[in-house]
């Protein structure tokens, strides 16, 4: 079998040369029956890609606009097809779905999409034999793996012309979302195509094969949105999500791109990594399919694997999101040209090849939904029967979460968890569970016994055991940590008992209130709120007074205001008519944010008087973001998207090839998000430390503090494990791959002590904080007492998998370090308080840093 693999792969790359090395005037075609599979043919009045294109699939990466263009003629061609926008991307794209299934069926979706609900009531009745199956397929989430968006072009031409799928159309309806990413993928097809030559090269090194930082494997903000699907915080996810809550696929096939060295991928993965919840019988289905794509590759002579690869369990992936929901999710991954043509080691690896394999699994799966649609449209409503008998033998009925100072991160879990077509309640009345109270509209509870119980689970548990040691992904993603709630299981008695209204679909943040006259002597808001920095900044831009209390201050009418409130008043020079403004700013301000602002009816306040000179006055945040080659781009990514789009701040995205012949003295707060700074030398480490030096605040995160110790604008000492010194005993080669990746932190949330006295802490209620680390640098506690505001506890470990070696280094060490230079501040930060925009619980850390670094006394001198 291999000698014929050898043969066939040998005889289409002499092939593929002969009609793709032609000069520009007579670039030949790469012939659409290279990618059609044999035994089918084709209604001659639907378009071929070529006749819309203007090119061949795989003879260029075909812009996203191209896409749909073709998408839309389908649809206008073909009675089998309808095309839907579903929403929009950060950049304005339009999201499309193609549905693709018999005449018949188009004319009934409601009435199928109905009925398909029912696969979550284990006592419908249902017909299973006529029950159509619903086979989603998911391409290009990460942009710059565009074999998958462009084999959707072939897949939707397949089903929508092949007169073979007539009858089975009956039975099936085919989804196709040609870009999870629209501007990822756009981005990176940009960048393909202008550098394309048309005489191919498959040189590594040549233009063409690599992108641009950031590249188009990430969305507008760089994220990647393949982690998204449980969290859906970006707009891409958010629809997509609610499409799939709508159709409930039995199949999603999620198509992705590896490494050109590589050959071709499917589930099943690594046995030992399947998470515990995923149902056996879903592995089985999974397995039963793989046969169907492993005979479509052995028909093309294409090479491939299963098993050895990649995991299930993080059930924020497009192939694992589905399996905890009654459906099959499929992980394609092919080797990547990464262009039109590159080098690799099993030979040159052409754009065509890697879109045929991708297109093939399509087929296959198709295939294998039209042989298994009665058993898999079972499985579907066994799974949500087991769930409701889980439900009912679980000990627990109910999960509770809130804050009682701050509504809007309570508000945000609840709003990202009823995505999932989950029921979320508010508590009308204030109660308090095992001691700690849980406050009305400011808590949550969610019941078990409800269709999605095992999401639900997913969502709210805690895990430190593990069959493996090894992960792809995050170990931990316990949702109620992320918004750093306080949350607890409920017994029937309390969920029984309590006072909840059901949460409609378009609920909001409720809006903030403002108290006091139009011509109060000042007013004050609390830091509590997690959108209280965004109503700081607004008035400031608007050039209000902006001042910080260190100390409690208790207001004439016995409200006490915590360490770290912020006053706003007018400014001396204001004019008759600033006192009407503001207080027409501050309701503007408390109603979009939800805060409450305090009317000040007099300066003298009990503790500290309103006009005491130990308030300090803000400066407003003039923020550079450093971006460019070597830099993190998901996590520089991450701190735009949180200024931008939740705390309407400008900030300039600072390239850091440009640092050299910047004018620093515009910003006061410069970022430094995780990276290589390697390629800076002398001139810029001297440049930062002046530009610190005059009173300004430089935000360093993960590496970016190594490279300051390098430099010696600072010093940060790491802690080194102990047993890495000395001789080590003989292992076996064999285990060196698991033993070195189990030493890996990969994604784990542990347990941190806050100094609420701290500016960096202001606005935390308590010293408590979970924090989420994905690296295994470990921060020496500063000799300086008032430099380490963040710690990790005696016992850190709170959900995930952590090496005891490591765990034995993070105990007691430093999360949050302050630096003294000159005038300045440097404030290290060993973990990634604002993960993949899910941690808002630690987001007030690093809006701190750049609100209140300015204010900061007692930090080390180096």
Known sequence: MKKIQVLLLFFYFISFSVFSQKSPAGTADIPLQYYLPAGFTYDEKIPKPKEILGFEVGEWNAGYDQVIRYFEKLADSSPRVKFEIIGYTYEKRPQILLTITSPENLTNLDKIKSERQKLRDPNAKIDFEKMPLVMAAGYSVHGNESSALNSSILAAYHFAAANEIEADLQNIIVL???????????????????????NLNGDPANRELSEAWPGGRGNHY?????????????????????????????????????????????????????????????????????????????????????????????????????????????????????????????????????????????????????????????????????????????????YIFGDTADAARSFHLAEMIQQHQ???????????????????????????????YKLIKVIFETRNTFQDSLFYDVSAWTLPMAFNLDYTALSSRIMNLADVTLLEDDFSLKAGTLFGEKNAYSYAFEWADYYAPKAAYKLMDEGFLVRLTHEPITLPDGKVLGRGSILVSTLRDAGEDAGTKLHASLNAIAAETGITVYGISSGYTAGVNIGSPTIDVLKKPEVALLVGTGITSTEAGEMWHLMDQRFDMPITLLPVE?????????????????????????????????????????????????????????????????????????????????????????????????????????????????????????????????????VYTDKPLASGYVHPANLELVRNSSAIQVKKLGQGRVIGMVDNPNFRAIWYGTNKLFLNAIFFGQVIEGGTAD
């Open 422 to 452: 989950i029921d979320v309640y508010v508590l009308n009345q204030d109660i308090t569970v095992n001691g700690v109270p849980f406050n009305k509209e400011k808590s949550y509870i969610v019941p078990l016994n409800q269709p999605q």
């Open 658 to 790: 440009r640092l050299r012949n910047t004018n620093l003295g515009r910003y006061n707060v410069l970022i430094m998000p995780n990276g290589n700074y390697a390629a800076w030398g002398k001139d810029e480490a001297e440049k930062i430390k002046s530009w610190i030096s005059e009173g300004n605040t430089l935000i360093a995160r993960g590496n970016a503090m190594t490279w300051l110790n390098g430099n010696e604008l600072v010093s940060f000492t790491f802690k080194k494990d102990s047993t890495e010194k000395g001789k080590k005993p003989d292992l076996p080669y064999a285990n060196f791959t698991k033993n070195t990746g189990a030493r890996m932190t990969s994604g784990t949330i542990f347990h941190a002590k806050l100094d609420v006295t701290h500016p960096v802490a202001y606005g935390f209620g308590k010293a408590e904080i979970f924090t989420f680390r994905n690296s295994n640098q470990v921060l020496e506690p500063s000799k300086n007492p008032y430099s380490n505001p963040m």
């Open 222 to 398: 760089w994220f990647d949105l393949n982690r998204d699907w449980l969290l859906v915080q970006h707009p891409e996810s958010q629809n997509r999500v609610a499409k799939f809550q709508e159709w409930l696929p039995n199949i999603y096939l999620d198509y992705h791109e590896m490494g050109t060295n590589n050959t071709f991928f499917f589930q099943p993965g690594i046995p030992s990594r399947d998470h515990p919840l995923t149902p056996k019988k879903n592995i089985e289905l999974t397995e039963k399919m793989a046969k169907y794509h492993a005979k479509a590759m052995d028909e093309i002579g294409s090479l491939y694997h299963s098993r050895e690869s990649f995991d299930e369990y993080y059930f924020g992936y497009g192939s694992t999101y589905p399996d905890i929901q009654g459906s099959i999710g499929i992980l394609f991954e092919q080797a990547s040209s990464r262009g039109h043509l590159q080098e690799s080691i099993y030979g040159p690896l052409p754009f065509a090849f890697t879109v045929r394999n991708q297109f093939r699994t399509s087929v296959s799966s198709f295939a294998a939904a039209k042989d298994m649609r009665v058993e898999i449209n079972k499985f579907m409503q066994d799974f949500y029967a087991e769930a409701v008998n889980e439900a009912a033998v679980d000990t627990d009925k109910a």
């Open 176 to 198: 196709i979302d040609p870009s999870l990413n629209p501007d990822g993928s756009n981005r990176y097809a940009s960048w393909v195509n202008s550098h394309r030559s048309y």
